[in-house]
């Protein structure tokens, strides 16, 4: 079994305490070790045994008073450097553990002045790849990383300030290409407008035999684009003024199959519906708009032989439901626009379908992925995260 | 300055240190063959001490110097904090470093013992022999008594090294002691 490995810090923290331990150790045997040899270097001396043969050599001219205080000397030194060996073996114990405790220490209050600041930094960094700008790390000024601090604040209130010009300028563009949109679906129909009411205007005054049949066939036109007009409108202001979600209880399979038979005629539809799927909980209405929409825009890419793949599927918290088409395509550079209001490259349509399906994917908490290849086809995959009801008990819809 | 502070800190770690450690490994000495009886109306006792002697403690006694152990022998009424009878006295041993015999002195008998051998002048000196503790005519009948023992060592001067040696640390610094039972007069 792997054992894991400690924590940089611990590792560390382990390696400096092994390094102290080593170095205290080693220097406090040394100077004891030395002791020793220097006092077995006196004990070799054997001053007591060469004095005591002394006396008894000279017994008959040296007096027991003169030799006793010598060997008490004698002895007493000997004892005194007994006891003080004792002494400097507990004492450099006392001393070592004392060195190492307080290096120690002094130690992990500088890892701690560089680690700590660094697992800000850390956590600080992961904020921002995440996306949040708005995060900034408290400067430590003991910390020799500090100017890596002052730098990172600096590079974080320089990217969110980019950030806001490009949110800002996207914004911008918007409005710019919606304006254009809307400049250019407003003026198509009144070129027609404009001549029709000039026709009738000429016709009527020029007094002409067939002003009858001008005006039925101007009222046409002029009828067609206000209708046209209308419905720019309203689809703007659709868009414009989502409603709330009115949410309710209804099986997600059925809805899909009502919505595709009306096109089962127009194109070759096929479906992969997933049995026993959960009740689906969402607004009925928002989600047949999105299908429609996403079927219409399959219908409008297909040219021949068309297909239509529609598949739904449950995981665990989630409703996958996918719409395929082998039409033409969507070009590499128009993959990230074409949820953008107003955006088409259509000569008729509003450009708000996508928008539209997106806005209310967002409302049911979902999110909707495309992948395409020009000339081969689009697949629209939807996922909404929504917890199932046990469709047992509350088919309610 | 730097080497001034250096020897405080370092004194200070010693000291806080020693409240810990010592460097000198100690017995805990005590008293054993506790016998008090009644002799010529006085109670005497007899007692040795045990555990009171280590390979430091003989080199010590080597060493040439007067090695005192001072006896406490009390006797005390039972819940008094008094004695009614208090006696004091020590046995002494000295080394003749010249011609290598031990002589041991018991102050209670003003008794003197030689001897060449370091075994017989410790259990000599640990030995207690017919200490008078009180005279019996001192005891009322209906109250309780105990006798209580205490032996302490005499620090030790080394004139050569100018050094005060507290040999109680060589009984992990407390006192050999000893309480009898409770008695009454009328035990004797």
């Known amino acids: 079994m792997k054992l894991p490995l400690p924590s940089f810090k611990i590792q560390i923290l382990l390696i400096v305490l092994f390094l102290l331990l080593i170095s205290t150790i080693f220097t406090r045997s040394f100077f004891i070790d030395e002791f020793k040899r220097y006092r077995n270097d006196i004990n070799s001396l054997e001053l007591e045994q060469k004095t005591h043969n002394l006396y008894h050599a000279h017994q008959n001219t040296l007096q027991k008073q003169e030799i006793e205080p010598l060997l008490s000397d004698i002895k007493q030194i000997d004892l005194a450097t007994d006891l003080f060996e004792k002494e400097i073996t507990l004492y450099s114990t006392f001393i070592t553990i004392f060195i190492i405790v307080i290096v120690f220490v002094v130690f992990i209050i500088f890892l701690n002045m560089l680690t700590r600041p660094l697992s800000r930094l850390q956590a600080a960094i992961r904020k921002v790849a995440k996306g949040d700008l708005s995060v900034r790390v408290k400067e430590a000024k003991l910390s020799p990383i500090n100017d890596l601090i002052i730098s990172f604040n600096k590079m974080t209130d320089e990217l969110e300030a980019s950030r806001d010009k490009l949110i800002q300028a996207e914004k911008d563009l918007m409005w710019r290409e919606m304006a254009q949109v809307m400049a250019h679906e407003i003026k198509n129909p009144l070129t027609p407008l404009r001549l029709s009411a000039q026709r009738l205007e000429q016709k009527y005054y020029n007094k002409s035999s067939n002003f009858d049949k001008v005006f039925t066939d101007s009222l046409e036109i002029i009828n067609e684009e206000i209708d046209n007009l209308q419905t720019l409108v309203q689809e703007f202001s659709k868009f414009a003024r989502m409603p709330s979600a009115n949410y309710t209880k209804y099986n997600l399979n059925d809805q899909i199959k009502e919505i595709v038979k009306p096109y089962e005629n127009q194109v070759d539809v096929q479906i992969n519906l997933q049995e026993n799927m959960p009740v689906f909980y969402g607004d009925k209405m928002q989600m047949k708009q999105v299908f429609v929409n996403l079927i219409q825009n399959a219908l409008q890419s297909i040219k021949e032989n068309g297909k239509i793949s529609i598949t739904t599927k449950y995981e665990p918290s989630k409703f996958i439901i996918s719409v395929e088409d082998n039409g033409e395509g969507i070009q590499d550079e128009d993959i990230n626009k074409i949820f953008r209001p107003y955006f088409t490259k259509r000569e008729k349509g509003t450009g708000l379908g996508l928008a539209i399906v997106k806005r209310i994917v967002s409302q049911h908490n979902g999110r909707i992925d495309v992948k395409s290849e020009k000339g081969k086809g689009t697949k629209f995959t939807i996922v909404l995260t929504y917890k199932s009801i046990n469709i047992q008990n509350s088919l309610d819809a | ?188």
């Open chain 2, 1 to 188: 300055m730097l080497s001034a502070l250096s020897q405080k800190i370092t004194s200070l770690i010693i000291a806080a240190g020693s409240l810990l450690l010592s460097s000198v490994t100690g017995t805990d000495a005590d008293f054993s063959d506790v016998n008090i009886v009644a002799e010529d109306n006085q109670i005497v006792c007899y007692a040795s001490l045990t555990n009171c002697y280590s390979k430091d403690l003989d080199k010590i006694f080597l060493s040439g110097q007067d090695i005192k152990i001072n006896f406490t022998v009390q006797t005390f009424e039972q819940r008094k904090k008094k004695p009614i009878y208090e006696k004091k006295f020590y046995h002494k041993i000295k080394y003749d470093l010249v011609d290598e015999y031990f002589e041991v002195f018991l102050s209670e008998k003003k008794d003197n013992f030689i001897t060449n051998s370091l075994k017989e002048a410790k259990d000599k000196l640990a030995r207690i022999e017919n200490v008078e503790t009180v005279n019996l005519d001192l005891l009322k009948f209906g109250k309780k008594y105990y006798i209580k023992l205490i032996a302490t060592m005499q620090p030790i001067f080394f004139d050569a090294i100018k050094k005060n040696i507290d040999l109680m640390i060589y009984w992990n610094n407390k006192k050999a002691t000893f309480s009898s039972e409770i008695f009454e007069k009328s035990v004797f």
